[in-house]
């Protein structure tokens, strides 16, 4: 199972949009729509941003939206605040019953 | 509250064994799937393996099957993972976590994690 693609970092002022990529096959992410996204702050624990694609948790600021395209999913962060400097991934469900990750996205607020 | 708190993290030696505990309280253990995820030093998640609330459907990473084992104990709601054989890639932050659903397996979205206990694999 090959981890997922993301882009090493993105970054973005204050106020402006972002969005994180999230590459895999059709056997995880274009075959299924269960791919989560955590947000992760240094020496804490991973933080549940979106499920089945699009879902937000409650309590999740709705600045974060995800969506799919065919084997690419992303997440977006809108309205970008210092708060939102964090690392990023992506999971998703795969055809082998598994469960894949994305290798990580830092996100800098410039 | 929900918490998750796991134990037995360690220094071991290659080929040894050690055995992780999550104790969860605050929820219906039994109607939730559990997970174990880990993350290297530095490095990203990884996932490890996941079981039914009925503990009857497990999976494994491809790194860890055959030789780890994720069991439950729904009376005392604590998770376990046996860990056996383990190499130097096996250090790691091992963190339990659940699904954000009862209804969830393994779609990933944990929306609940302990805070994770160290195993460090070295001579």
């Known amino acids: 199972q090959s981890a997922l693609t993301q882009p090493a970092s993105v970054s973005g002022s204050p106020g402006q949009s972002i969005t994180i990529s999230c590459t895999g096959t059709s056997s995880d992410v274009g075959g299924h729509n269960h791919v989560s996204w955590y947000q992760q702050h240094p020496g804490e624990a991973p933080k549940l941003m979106i499920y089945?694609?699009?879902n937000r948790p409650a309590g999740v600021s709705s600045r974060f939206s995800g969506s799919k395209s065919g084997n690419t999913a992303s997440l977006t962060i809108s309205g970008l605040q210092a708060e939102d400097e964090a690392d990023y991934y992506c999971s998703s469900y795969t055809s082998s019953s598994t469960l894949v990750f994305g290798g990580g996205t830092k996100v800098t607020v410039l | 509250e929900v918490q998750l708190l796991e134990s037995g993290g360690g220094l071991v030696q290659p080929g040894g064994s050690l055995r992780l505990s999550c104790s969860a309280s605050g929820f219906t253990f039994s109607n939730y799937a559990m997970g174990w995820v880990r993350q290297a030093p530095g490095k990203g998640l990884e996932w490890v393996s996941s079981?039914?609330?009925?503990?009857?459907?497990?999976y494994y990473g491809d790194s860890v099957q055959g030789r780890f084992t994720i069991s439950r104990d729904n009376s005392k709601n604590t998770l376990y993972l046996q860990m056996n054989s383990l190499r130097a890639e096996d250090t790691a932050l091992y963190y339990c976590?659940?699904?954000?659903?009862?209804?969830?397996?393994?779609?990933?979205?944990?929306?609940?994690w302990g805070q994770g206990t160290l195993v460090t694999v070295s001579s």
């Open positions: 089945d694609v699009t």
């Open positions: 976590a659940r699904p954000y659903s009862s209804s969830f397996f393994i779609r990933g979205s944990f929306d609940c």
């Open positions: 079981i039914r609330g009925s503990g009857d459907s497990i």
